[in-house]
């Protein structure tokens, strides 16, 4: 077995570990983080392809930017633990029907006759001068013009989604409304002149004489 066969099983298992943990924590920082693991080892799978410029994307773009929106997505929307996990019981047995239907369909689609050695033969050296960064753009920019729009629509709601569920207003929270920011003007709205009465002043507190022991000492 080879080098990179070797490297291939090493980033594969990594792979497939950090998937399992994505779905299996409980914590959802520390799935994130698992996530952030199994982007990487996807990174170097690709890279073992020669498709380095999908792997730099990968870690650039998703490990780098995207994750890190998550991350900080997922901190500041509070989600209760408890609560999901009274809930787990209940929707138990059809999180296992979708599980065996998901599984069902990645046997399908990933079956050797798909993705066997005869669909896929080792593809043959490139010459020195070959740019896959270049063909790729190519495709994706002329073949694949509106799987590429429509992934980026996606994406745009995906983000839209996850502020606006960070915007949820909660009881015995101060917040603030901009659109009333907007509408202030520079007299009343802003200084308020609210007039009090003066408070008494309190007399001064004096010391108690001192007794004679005391002075002496």
């Known amino acids: 077995m ?11 298992a ?10 299996t924590r409980r914590n959802p920082v520390q799935a994130v983080l698992y996530l952030v693991l199994a982007f990487v080892s996807s990174a170097a799978l690709w890279l073992l392809i ?5 792997g ?10 995207v994750m890190v929106l998550f991350l900080f997505v997922v901190m500041m929307l509070d989600i209760d633990i408890t609560a999901l ?3 787990f019981i209940k929707h138990l047995p059809l999180g296992l029907v979708i599980a ?4 069902f369909n990645l046997f399908l689609v990933l079956g050797p006759s798909n993705f066997g050695l005869s669909a896929f033969p080792s593809p043959e050296p490139k010459p020195a001068g070959y740019s896959n960064t270049a063909t790729l753009g190519l495709d994706l920019y002329t073949v694949y013009l509106y799987q590429f729009e429509i992934a980026a629509v996606i994406l745009l709601v995906a983000i ?17 409304d901009p659109a009333r920011q907007v509408r202030v003007r520079k007299g009343p709205d802003r200084i308020r002149v609210v007039s009090m009465p003066a408070e008494p002043t309190p ?12 002075a002496a000492s």
């Open 2 to 12: 080879g080098f990179e066969k070797f490297l291939f099983y090493v980033f594969a």
């Open 14 to 23: 990594i792979t497939v570990f950090a998937a399992g943990m994505v779905v």
């Open 50 to 54: 020669e498709a380095e410029f999908l």
């Open 56 to 65: 730099i994307v990968l870690v650039l773009v998703y490990v780098g930017a």
């Open 85 to 87: 996990q009274s809930q």
């Open 100 to 103: 065996a239907m998901m599984l």
């Open 160 to 176: 839209i989604a996850a502020i606006r569920l960070t915007l949820r207003r909660r009881p015995q929270t101060k917040y603030q």
């Open 203 to 214: 007399p001064p507190i004096m010391a108690a004489p001192r007794t004679e022991e005391e």
